[in-house]
């Protein structure tokens, strides 16, 4: 099974609307490990560990958000691949 490991920068109104705790659990559920925080200039990092395809429907996940996020953009790169023992979140 090959792993990927990726950043995923989500921009918009992503602050303060349970997005971190959003990323978590659906991380959760696909087995994905990592962490996200929030960072100083208002956007929401996600270093992500997991299968392609689990992957996709993470960053799929992210593009909507939760209900009072508004994200106006989303950006993703491949990093080098690092291993995790589980997914957190980070502040």
Known sequence: MDMLTWRILIKGK???V???D???QN???LGIYGY???L???CVEV???GKKSDLDKLKRLCQMGPLMAKVDDLVWEK???EKFDYFDVRR
């Open 36 to 38: 996200v925080h929030n």
């Open 22 to 24: 959003f990323v978590k």
């Open 40 to 42: 100083r200039n208002g």
């Open 79 to 81: 990093l080098p691949d």
């Open 14 to 16: 992503v602050q303060g």
């Open 18 to 20: 349970c997005f971190r």
């Open 27 to 29: 991380a959760n559920k």
């Open 47 to 49: 270093i992500a560990s």
